[in-house]
């Protein structure tokens, strides 16, 4: 299967990175955010992300918002496109309405996806 689709795979995103911000449940936002470091969501957000390493989009989380970053792994509900350097990986009940381009797209069997994929190479 293409992409990854279908798969139990395991992630290659390390879980290492250490999460410096968070917009909890109950926090809903609006505008840019420029991260430096890992960032986790649970909350809502609209708007520009940017993150030089993971983004982590929780099971609540509601993200109205184009995305760029190293990584991102999310089971919440993502309308935007998504620019990552190496990996996505989308999971239930995560769902994905607009463009992903990345270097790896690893998606849960079931996980509701609408838009394109552009599957980029590896930088030299």
Known sequence: MPFGLGKKKTS????KTKTTSFISE???LEGT???????????????????DSLIILGNTAQVNADIKTENLISSGQVVGDVI???NVQISLPGSVKGAIQT???IMENGVYFEGS???IKSQP
């Open 12 to 15: 290659k995103i390390s879980h």
């Open 26 to 28: 109950s926090t809903t």
């Open 33 to 51: 955010l420029k991260v430096k470091g890992g960032l986790r969501i649970d909350g809502r957000f609209t708007g520009r992300l940017e993150s």
């Open 84 to 86: 990552s350097r190496n």
């Open 103 to 105: 270097r790896e797209l």
């Open 117 to 119: 994929c552009q599957i």
